[in-house]
Nanobody, 124 residues
């Protein structure tokens, strides 16, 4: 059974940084695709970033390019999202997700496994 557990959220001032972690367990994730999504109140869940576990290939939403960095640690079975130069509009619940199939990695629908989410609040 796949489990994804996020941590690292919190309250930060605009311009600050946070690092989110997603600890994965229950499977060998070398063939998986891992994603970060976020959802602000009253808005749909949106893609933030993804990483292909085997190759390290990454994707980013335009809104976070140059500010966020996704990475993975094989030994710890953990995916990270380093968030720098945070803005108030980055405020949301951030979710880690995993899928086995390639395709449109920016869409949430084909991710079969989700964490519980971690709140990120950026004050102005």
């Amino acid at each position: 059974q796949v489990q994804l557990v996020e941590s690292g959220g919190g309250l930060v001032q605009a311009g600050g940084s946070l690092r989110l972690s997603c600890a994965a367990s229950g499977r060998t994730f070398s063939t998986y695709y891992m994603g970060w999504f976020r959802q602000a109140p009253g808005k749909e869940r949106e893609f933030v970033s993804s990483i292909t576990w085997s190759t390290g290939s990454t994707l980013y939403a335009d809104s976070v390019k140059g500010r966020f960095t996704i990475s993975r640690d094989y030994a710890k079975n953990t995916v990270y999202l380093q968030m720098n130069s945070l803005k108030p509009e980055d405020t949301a619940v951030y979710y880690c997700a995993a899928r086995q199939s390639p395709g449109r990695l920016t869409l949430p629908y084909n991710y079969g496994y989700w964490g519980q989410g971690t709140q990120v609040t950026v004050s102005s």
